[in-house]
C-alpha cells in the first residue's frame, strides 16, 4: 500500500518516501517539492469522472507551468488551457497537443493568436468583440478559420476572494450576458471564424457547487438561444475554479464535483454536448510545498518573528490575498517550548509574511513546510530585491528529480547592458 504523497514518519515530514529535512539539505532552500503521486491522483480523479461522459479535462497552466508538470499531465491525456504565447511554447515543449489546448485571457496579441492559429490550436476563448474583431482579421489573413468559444460572464457571485473573483459584471472578464447573443450573431457573420462553443470561468478557489449550478444554468439558457439563431455549440467549458483545502474549507471533492456537475448538466437536456473543466488549483495545489529554513528568530514586545529563506517574492499569495497556507516543522522539536511566530521572509516590505501568529516549536537552522503551495506557488514567483527563484523538486516515490534548477545571480543580470564609456 502506497504512503499518502505527504505524510509523517517518526515525526518527521516525507513526500512519498523522502524526508523533507533532508531534500532541504541535498538541494538547499528554499525548494518547492511536488509529488508525482499526488499529482497524478488529482488528475485521474478528474479523469475517473469525465470517463465514458464526452467530457474533458484541460489544466490551466498558469497554476504552475513547469514542464516536468505539464509533461506528466500530457502523458495522462491531458489537454491544456492557456492564456498567452509563453504558455503555448510551454505546451508544445512538454509533450502537450495543440489540439487539445484552449486559449483563454483578456488580451491576446496578434501576434499570439497567428502563433495559436498556425499550431492549430482547438479553440479560442474569445473575451470581447473588438477581441474577434482582431482574431477575424488574423485567420483571415492567415488563410484560416479559427475556432471560437465566447467566454461570457454569467454575473454569479462565486463567493471567493475579491481579486479572484471573475464571474461578476464589474470584473473584466468576458462578454455581459446580454450582450452575448449579439456578439455570436457577430462572430456567425465573420467569415473566417468559426462557432464551436461556449464558456465561462467565474473565479477561484471555490468551495461550493451551487455558483457553478448557477453559472451553467445561465450559459445552457444562453446556448438555447444561440442555437435558435443558428449556430451549432459543441462545447461548453465550465471554465475551472474549484477549491482546495487550505485551512478549514470543504471543498466539494473532484469527482463528486464534476459527477454532479455533468449530471445537472444531462438533466437540463444538454448532455449530448462535450463539456470542458479548466481546473488549475485543484490539480495541482495540495500537491507541492516550500520548504525554507529559519535564519532567525526574534522575540519582540508584541510579536515574535520568524524569520526565514522564502519570501514573498517566493510564494506571493499571502501579502497578495492574505492567503493562509499551513506551515509546520518537518521536524518538530519535543524539547523547545513552543512559541507564536509570525513567519516572515527578509524581503525589505511590510507585507514580506507567511504565516501570522502560528504556533512553531523551533530553533533557528529548522526546516519549515509551507503546505498547499503547489498552485500559484513559483509560478508567482519573481525576482525582487535581486533574489534567484527557487529550485523546483519533482518527488516519485524514492526519487527526487530536479524539474527546475535553482537560478544564479549571474542568470538575473545576464540581459542587462551598463552604459558604454
Ligand atoms: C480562464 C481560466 N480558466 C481556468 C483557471 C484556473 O482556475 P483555478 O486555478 O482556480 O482552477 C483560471 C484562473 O482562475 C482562468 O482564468
Ligand atoms: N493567483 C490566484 C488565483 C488566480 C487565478 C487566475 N485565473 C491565487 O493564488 O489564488
Request: hydrophobic share 40%; with cysteine.
Amino acid at each position: 500500500m502506497p504512503h499518502a504523497p505527504l505524510h509523517r514518519v517518526d515525526g518527521a515530514l516525507y513526500v512519498e518516501e523522502l524526508d523533507a529535512a533532508s531534500l532541504a539539505d541535498r538541494f538547499g532552500t528554499p525548494l518547492y517539492v511536488y509529488s508525482r503521486a499526488a499529482l497524478e491522483t488529482a488528475y485521474r480523479a478528474y479523469a475517473d469522472a469525465c470517463a465514458g461522459r464526452h467530457a474533458r479535462v484541460h489544466y490551466a497552466i498558469k497554476a504552475n507551468s513547469n514542464l516536468a508538470i505539464l509533461n506528466l499531465f500530457a502523458r495522462l491525456g491531458a489537454g491544456f488551457d492557456i492564456v498567452s504565447g509563453g504558455e503555448l511554447a510551454r505546451v508544445l515543449a512538454a509533450g502537450g497537443r495543440a489540439d487539445r489546448t484552449v486559449f483563454s485571457g483578456v488580451g491576446k496579441t496578434a501576434q499570439e493568436m497567428h502563433e495559436a492559429l498556425e499550431a492549430g490550436v482547438r479553440c479560442f476563448n474569445v473575451e470581447s468583440i473588438a477581441e474577434l474583431e482582431r482574431l477575424a482579421e488574423v485567420a483571415a489573413r492567415a488563410g484560416k478559420r479559427a475556432p471560437v468559444s465566447l467566454r461570457v460572464n454569467p454575473d454569479v457571485d462565486a463567493g471567493t476572494h475579491p481579486y479572484i473573483s471573475t464571474g461578476l459584471k464589474s470584473n473584466k472578464f468576458g462578454v455581459a450576458y446580454d450582450a452575448a447573443r449579439d456578439a455570436y450573431r457577430r462572430a456567425a457573420a465573420l467569415p473566417s471564424l468559426q462557432v464551436v462553443g461556449i464558456d465561462c470561468h467565474i473565479g477561484s478557489q471555490i468551495t461550493e457547487i451551487a455558483p457553478y449550478l448557477d453559472a451553467t444554468d445561465k450559459v445552457l439558457a444562453l446556448v438555447e438561444a444561440i442555437e435558435a439563431d443558428g449556430a451549432t455549440i459543441s462545447h461548453v467549458d465550465v471554465g475551472g475554479g474549484l477549491g482546495i483545502q487550505y485551512n478549514d474549507e470543504t471543498p466539494p471533492d473532484i469527482g463528486g464535483f464534476v459527477t454532479t456537475l455533468l449530471d445537472h448538466i444531462a438533466q437540463r437536456g444538454h448532455g449530448h454536448r462535450e463539456i470542458l473543466f479548466e481546473p488549475g488549483r485543484s490539480l495541482v495545489g495540495n500537491a507541492g510545498v516550500l520548504l525554507t529554513r529559519v535564519e532567525y528568530l526574534k522575540p519582540g514586545e508584541t510579536k515574535n518573528f520568524a524569520i526565514v529563506d522564502a519570501a514573498m517574492n517566493d510564494l506571493a499569495r499571502p501579502a497578495m490575498y492574505e492567503a493562509y497556507h499551513a506551515i509546520e516543522a518537518v521536524r518538530p522539536r519535543e524539547t523547545v517550548p513552543p512559541a507564536r511566530y509570525d513567519v516572515v521572509g527578509p524581503v525589505c516590505e511590510s507585507g514580506d509574511w507567511l504565516g501570522r501568529d502560528r504556533t512553531l516549536a523551533i530553533e533557528p537552522g529548522d526546516v519549515l513546510a509551507i503546505r498547499s503551495a503547489g498552485a500559484y506557488g513559483f509560478a508567482m514567483s519573481s525576482n525582487y530585491n535581486t533574489r534567484t527563484r527557487a529550485a523546483e523538486i519533482l518527488v516519485d516515490r524514492a526519487d527526487a528529480h530536479v524539474a527546475r534548477q535553482r537560478e544564479t545571480v549571474a542568470s538575473l543580470f545576464a540581459g542587462e547592458h551598463i552604459l558604454p564609456g
